[in-house]
């Protein structure tokens, strides 16, 4: 197919093309499952290439098997060397168009199992190394005058296992590929293509197409070929009728919803035949039995002798009513048909002669008919496709070669492996996206002032002015982490408040979901409270160092951010304002005594201007980080490290925003240090924690951006 499809694509596409070839071969046997996986722009890919697939198959075959025909076809042509004989027919070596190949040769007596092995051969992606090459098959006169059916294959030389094995010995090693090979071939024939034997729509279709070429007569159709065999008095079996309806797509393989199915009305045919000329024992006329009100608990899909004789008993002098060994042909029902499902009619018939010819055991058939519905087809791929360690060459999948193959040749961005998809659920940590900064978020940006600018940008700018001193200016050890908290700071002071984590009342650490008064308004908890720096003069924080300190350091850079104007509106309501954000924040990120607290920046974005009004809910809670900040934020702290000479941890503890209470997550985790541990100094032993604020816990390194 390669070659056909280099003829038709452009050269620009191959790349791609191949690539999804490779992709395809762990993803097409669950390319409906895919679509619940696969990115959107990849399934389109991969709906394109499988469209390709398709094109270049029809293409391929077509081509291919006419000029087969004509060759076959030519006196040219000969049988050449017999080189080995099956159940079913011969196999000669043969030599068409320079090029060798091997002939099965099947009577006409054996026609269906010809069928069924061109069944096999055409279905598509059946091109592997290691399972033999199909090129065409044929019909044509014998010598003695008798219809024989051609299979053209390519030739091996080696012939059969078998034979290979009768007449070599290997070592070891040569053994071991002998067995890997075969089980690849096997494994991809079993797991991937044919589900429980059921052909895929394509691979229908191809069929089809293939017979329809394959017919002497080219435009005869199923129902002529009914007609016409009625006419010539030919006792076909009714599988063999269903089959040729079935490759002509007159009938669909599950059944009609409603109305007539041709096979059955043939099938009812040739019961009515037999009915009337009571000839024909033999004649394999045996439907489907159309009685859903048989007593007793059957198996599904089970052979139902006694429904098979019930049906033959109804038919009046039917030969077989008094010898049921006459009959030559079984039934398999689903019993489905008699439950709740709406499309159920599985009806598959088989012969008598079928079972014994293709030595079906009626509990594989069942087994694989229920393997090969939609559900199990899911599920099979699900386990597949979707165990969290795929990658693993431990993993029992069995398609671990592929799925390594596709991730070597494809890039894993390009093409990440399936994943299970995550069911939406309250995040346990955040992700910090790195994303480009926009210019205006509307979703959770406040607009505050009448400067009409989002609450941040104004943080932002006091914090830089506020960073740039706090480098200059102080050289404690804990700025380092108070600078690092500027990704949560900033998250937290988006919202324009923050609780103060001293200040909360039921000790619960902010790690859990939801706070007891989550619903509680703050400015009715903090009014009783007439200054947050205030609160945080309470006796039993371990942090709280200097507040004094923090609380001048935050009224002067207030007045440095050029709020002043706002801040003074907002004197009268402290506990709800955001003014007191910065004060409390760093209060609580200062860890130990302390006596020269600094501003920092962290506590600069927490300085909030102080509105007249108070800021809006937002809809959605951006925690997007923008890798600018990132970058700032490792050069400040390396700054800061080499003023300070120490990288002590130091964790800060914020107050969390009214507005922003009601959607925080569960926790926020500024993770950033893998291998650090974390620094939580709400787990102070006998320390209060806070009802209402979330606790940020905040590691070292910056190079981690999660939360
Ligand atoms: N493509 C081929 N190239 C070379 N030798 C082949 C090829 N196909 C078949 N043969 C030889 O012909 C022999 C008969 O093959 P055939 O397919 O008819 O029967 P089988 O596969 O051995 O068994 P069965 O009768 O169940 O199909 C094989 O044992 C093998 O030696």
């Not at 079972?355 to 199990?376: A, G, H, I, Y």
């Not at 992700?431 to 979703?443: A, E, G, Q, V, Y």
């Amino acid at each position: 197919t390669s070659t056909t499809t280099t003829a038709i694509l452009p050269s620009t596409h191959l790349q791609l093309f191949y690539l999804l070839h490779i992709y395809s071969y762990y993803s097409y046997s669950t390319y409906y499952t895919s679509t619940a996986i696969l990115p959107s722009t990849h399934l389109q890919l991969l709906q394109l290439f499988y469209l390709l697939h398709i094109y270049s198959y029809s293409t391929f075959y077509t081509s291919t098997i006419q000029s087969f025909f004509l060759n076959l076809s030519s006196p040219s042509f000969s049988l050449c060397q017999l080189i080995g004989r099956g159940r079913y027919g011969s196999v000669f070596c043969c030599s068409l168009d320079e090029r060798q190949v091997a002939v099965k040769v099947f009577s006409s007596a054996n026609r269906q199992n010809f069928l069924n092995e061109c069944s096999i051969y055409c279905v598509p992606l059946l091109e592997h190394d290691n399972i033999a090459h199909f090129i065409a098959a044929d019909e044509r006169l014998g010598a003695e005058g008798r219809v024989e059916y051609l299979l053209v294959m390519e030739y091996y030389p080696h012939g059969s296992l078998h034979r290979y094995l009768g007449l070599q010995t290997g070592d070891w090693m040569s053994s071991c590929r002998l067995a890997h090979s075969i089980t690849r071939g096997l494994a991809y024939l079993h797991t991937e293509l044919l589900k429980g034997g059921r052909p895929r729509k394509s691979s229908k279709r191809l069929y089809r197409l293939l017979k329809l070429i394959q017919l002497r007569d080219r435009g005869t159709t199923s129902t002529e070929l009914v007609q016409e065999w009625q006419q010539a008095g030919v006792s076909a079996f009714a599988c063999t009728v269903r089959q040729r309806l079935l490759e002509d797509g007159l009938v669909n393989r599950m059944g009609p919803k409603s109305g007539p199915d041709p096979a059955s009305s043939y099938i009812e045919e040739q019961e009515g035949m037999a009915k009337n000329t009571q000839s024909d024992a033999s004649s394999a006329l045996i439907g489907r039995t159309r009685d859903g009100g048989v007593a007793g608990e059957r198996n599904r899909n089970s052979i139902n002798y006694e429904r098979q004789q019930a049906a033959h008993a109804r038919l009046p002098g039917s030969p077989s009513a008094g010898t049921s060994s006459a009959l030559t042909t079984m039934t398999f029902i689903s019993e489905s048909s008699q439950g709740h499902d709406p499309n159920p009619n599985l009806h598959l018939t088989l012969t008598q002669e079928d079972l014994e010819t293709t030595k079906l055991d009626p509990r594989e058939v069942d087994k694989n008919l229920k393997e090969s519905s939609d559900e199990n087809l899911m599920e099979h791929s699900q386990k597949q496709f979707c165990s969290p360690d795929l990658l693993s060459p431990a993993s029992s999948s069995l398609l671990f070669p592929f799925i390594k193959m596709a991730g070597e040749a494809s890039p894993p961005a390009l093409f990440p492996l399936p994943k299970q998809q995550n069911l939406p659920k309250r995040p346990s940590s955040l992700l910090l996206r790195t994303k480009p900064p926009k210019k205006d978020s509307s979703s959770l940006r406040f607009k505050f002032g009448r400067h009409g600018k989002s609450n941040l940008r104004q943080v932002e700018g006091g914090a830089k002015t506020n960073a740039v001193s706090n480098v200059t200016a102080v050289s404690e050890p804990h700025r380092v982490s108070a600078t690092n908290n500027l990704l949560v700071l900033r998250d937290l002071s988006v919202n324009g408040r923050a609780t103060n984590p001293q200040s909360s009342e039921d000790g619960q650490l902010g790690l859990i979901t939801a706070s007891p008064d989550e619903h509680q308004p703050l400015l009715s908890r903090e009014t009783g409270q007439p200054d947050v720096h205030t609160s945080n003069a309470r006796p039993n924080n371990n942090n709280s160092n200097s507040n004094g300190l923090v609380l001048g350091e935050g009224e002067g850079e207030s007045d440095g951010g050029g709020e002043d104007e706002e801040e003074g509106a907002g004197g009268s309501t402290s506990g709800e304002t955001p003014c007191s954000l910065g004060e409390s924040s760093v209060s609580g990120s200062l860890s130990g005594p302390d006596p020269n607290p600094v501003p920092m920046r962290g506590e600069a974005l927490l300085r909030q201007p102080k509105g007249g009004r108070r800021p809006e809910r937002p809809n959605s809670l951006d925690l997007s980080f923008t890798t600018r900040d990132l970058v700032s934020l490792g050069e400040q702290r390396e700054v800061l490290v080499q003023n300070q000479g120490t990288g002590e941890k130091i964790k800060k503890r914020v107050k969390t925003p009214y507005s922003l209470k009601r959607w925080r997550p569960a926790t926020w985790v500024i993770s950033t240090d893998t291998g650090g541990s974390e620094v939580n100094n709400n787990r102070g032993e006998g320390q209060a924690r806070p009802k209402s604020s979330s606790a940020v816990y905040l590691t070292s390194e910056p190079s981690d951006t999660r939360l």
